[in-house]
């Protein structure tokens, strides 16, 4: 399987500041996924990376995959408390990291 | 339906009891997944079904635990003889593609999930 670690586990930010988790592999990451959970809700995708350095945006998202394609970021630009919530990795094979939760203080 | 239904929602078991988690993927999804989320962590990977075959079942935690999809469309994760640790939120996921060794190119649609707590 193609395992995924995400730092850190936890983020609490003032809400306007910018937030960023990771995800990295000790194996090349044939593609990976990034999903959010809302407290109370199930996983919504948010996005997928497949080629060495691709950056995506999605407004204030910015996601990277990493040139050795065995890392992956995601960044948050001036963070809003609507982006509350735990946000994951997984590689090809679905199996998700153990997620990086974000805290927003109004 | 529209999107991924899972049912029950809530299911409460006395330790020793069997239960079956049912999951109603979106209609003509070819890969369906189960996971199981303990409180606070992220989604732990049970099992794939590529239509009816049972491609990967290694993250089956025990004998005690069983998931079949006999049509490929609906799947049942049954549970026998429940112990309190296997209090969780199961999810159910479909996707329109199937994971193969390459790039996996579908999207995961949840389901609400069932939450199982066994007394």
């Known amino acids: 399987g193609q395992q995924v670690m995400q730092i850190p586990q936890y983020q609490h930010v003032q809400e306007g500041e910018d937030f960023t988790t990771y995800c990295n592999s000790s194996t090349t990451l044939s593609n990976i996924q990034w999903y959010k959970q809302r407290p109370g809700g199930h996983p919504v995708f948010l996005i997928q990376?497949?080629?060495?350095?691709e950056v995506k945006k999605q407004k204030r998202l910015t996601f990277q995959f990493g040139e050795a394609k065995k890392n992956s970021s995601l960044h948050i630009t001036a963070t809003q408390t609507t982006d509350v919530g735990t946000y994951f990795c997984?590689?090809?094979?679905?199996?998700f990291g153990a997620g990086t939760r974000l805290t927003v203080k109004p | 339906g529209a999107g991924v239904s899972q049912s029950p929602r809530y299911k409460v078991a006395k330790r020793g009891q069997d239960v079956a988690l049912r999951c109603d993927p979106i209609?003509?999804?070819?890969?369906l997944f189960w996971y199981q989320q303990a409180l606070g962590q992220g989604p732990e990977f049970l099992t794939y079904f590529q239509n009816e075959a049972q491609l990967d079942k290694s993250g089956l935690p025990s004998d005690r635990f069983f998931a079949e999809r006999p049509e490929g469309s609906v799947s049942t994760l049954k549970i026998q003889r429940t112990q309190q640790e296997d209090s969780a939120v199961y999810l159910c996921?479909?996707?329109?593609?199937?994971?193969?060794?390459?790039?996996?190119?579908?999207?995961?649609?949840f389901g609400e999930g069932s939450r199982l707590t066994v007394l």
């Open positions: 209609s003509g999804h070819v890969s």
């Open positions: 990376l497949v080629k060495s350095g």
């Open positions: 997984a590689g090809y094979d679905m199996r």
């Open positions: 996921a479909s996707s329109w593609n199937w994971v193969a060794s390459g790039v996996n190119t579908g999207e995961l649609f």
